[in-house]
């Protein structure tokens, strides 16, 4: 993905085109968002690199940019904040020429398209940005269906339309698009759902991703989707347990009770900190218990038939995600590094509200549980589960 000064002053030489675009500006991220993503949707199939050439005017002549490393951060961000989905597969590099400095965005073609940025899919007409109607959104929808690799994209060929649950999916669609592309809408409800990755045109039916999230009874079709959840008075799983559930349904469902038992787990008392002043601390911050269990189901192995386990001892809590480290994640680099074992499911959890940024849940997690004065969360990897340990606040 990345490129040679050579091929740098050949596109500075050549003109603007459906895969390369110039500007000089270095404050617009909007526009660095919408060339991303219309270059992760390359319309006209290329099948190669879209560069986004920043410091550079129309004709191809430098501007005299010098590149900041807080650009080269602003542009490596549009990545993983969540607001190109799916993630987009990019490198940003430097170069200092004669003329001037040109920060460069190299942009892969995604494998799921269609890729939208705040809710809209953006592409390139020629040397122009575009926002896809309804037809350019079918040939991008259609065209995933020969290059969809996670398993949450295939096609879930025992179901039907009539076991997803097409309201909640309407309800998500609001959330997921912008307003103007809803209001504007003609299509039929398989196009709907496949522009989201939800629908397989090809086999006539949902995909997997579409009946984790909007499917009547998800566990008819995947064995694992659900979360085992088990409060015990000690610290052995022989103990008789305090509540115990399994809990399932649609994911948005199942998240929101599990929201519900955090809440119920974490337990305040106040604790004096310097002479008269006393402060409020909980046992376990919410919001990091909150962080590690979406991380485990986010990127969980759904061909599994092992539930996210998500077990409350008397002395710590365990989380237990069925499906080793994925893709480019390894024990050495979490979890500064990481794939999207299911990147539809990703995308949903950030349009519903469940994670805010990619990439980041482990890491605030464990500032929280610093910032708490509990100890980090401890992590246990093999090839079949991701275990991790938390431990309450010391007292």
Same mark, same amino acid.
């Given at each position: 993905?990345?490129?040679?000064?050579?091929?740098?002053?050949?596109?500075?030489?050549?003109?603007?085109?459906? %895969?390369?675009?110039?500007?000089?500006?270095?404050?617009?991220?909007?526009?660095?968002?919408?060339?991303?993503?219309?270059?992760?949707?390359?319309?006209?199939?290329h099948r190669q690199c879209g560069y986004l050439l920043i410091g550079v005017n129309d004709d191809g002549a430098l501007s005299g940019l010098q590149v900041?490393?807080?650009?080269l951060s602003k542009l490596g961000a549009i990545r993983s904040d969540g607001n190109v989905l799916p993630s987009p597969a990019m490198s940003v590099q430097k170069f200092c020429l004669a003329g001037g400095e040109v920060a460069v965005v190299a942009v892969l073609p995604s494998d799921m398209p269609p890729v939208r940025y705040?809710?809209?899919?953006?592409?390139?007409?020629?040397? %122009?940005?575009?926002?896809?109607?309804?037809?350019?959104?079918?040939?991008?929808?259609?065209? %995933?269906?020969?290059?969809?690799?996670?398993f949450d994209a295939r096609p879930c060929v025992e179901a039907t339309l009539n076991d997803l649950a097409l309201g909640q999916f309407d309800s998500y669609r609001r959330e997921a698009v912008d307003a103007e592309t809803v209001a504007a809408n003609h299509r039929d409800i398989q196009q709907q759902l496949a522009s989201l990755r939800m629908y397989d045109f090809e086999r006539a039916c949902p995909t997997f991703a579409g009946i984790l999230l909007f499917g009547k009874n998800p566990r008819y079709f995947l064995f694992g989707a659900?979360?085992?959840?088990?409060?015990?008075?000690?610290?052995?799983?022989? +103990?008789?347990?305090? +509540?115990?559930?399994?809990i399932s349904g649609d994911l948005s469902s199942v998240l929101r009770e599990m929201e519900l038992r955090i809440k119920s787990i974490v337990q305040t008392s106040l604790r004096r900190i310097s002479g008269l002043e006393e402060r409020l601390f909980p046992n376990y911050p919410e919001w990091a218990l909150r962080e590690l269990l979406m991380n485990a189901v986010m990127h969980r192995n759904y061909e599994s038939n092992t539930p996210v386990r998500f077990y409350v001892f008397?002395?710590?809590?365990?989380?237990?995600?069925?499906?080793?480290?994925?893709?480019?994640?390894?024990?050495?680099?979490?979890?500064?590094?990481?794939s999207y074992r299911n990147p539809v499911i990703a995308e949903a959890m950030k349009s519903l509200g469940f994670v805010n940024k990619f990439g980041y849940g482990v890491q605030r997690a464990?500032?929280?549980?610093?910032?708490?004065?509990?100890?980090?969360?401890?992590?246990?990897? +093999? +090839?079949?589960?991701?275990?991790?340990k938390i431990y309450p606040r010391s007292v």
């Open positions: 993905m990345l490129i040679e000064e050579s091929q740098l002053l050949a596109l500075l030489a050549d003109i603007e085109s459906d %895969r390369v675009e110039r500007t000089i500006s270095t404050s617009d991220t909007d526009k660095f968002a919408q060339a991303i993503c219309a270059f992760s949707n390359d319309l006209p199939n900041t490393d807080a650009l705040k809710g809209r899919v953006y592409i390139r007409v020629g040397p %122009r940005k575009a926002v896809a109607n309804e037809q350019e959104e079918r040939v991008l929808s259609e065209r %995933r269906i020969s290059s969809a690799r996670s659900y979360i085992q959840y088990l409060k015990l008075p000690g610290t052995d799983l022989t +103990d008789m347990p305090e +509540d115990q559930a399994e008397s002395d710590h809590i365990e989380i237990q995600s069925p499906g080793g480290l994925y893709g480019e994640a390894t024990a050495s680099n979490f979890p500064t590094r990481n464990q500032a929280l549980l610093i910032e708490n004065g509990n100890p980090p969360a401890e992590f246990v990897f +093999d +090839d079949q589960v991701v275990l991790v």
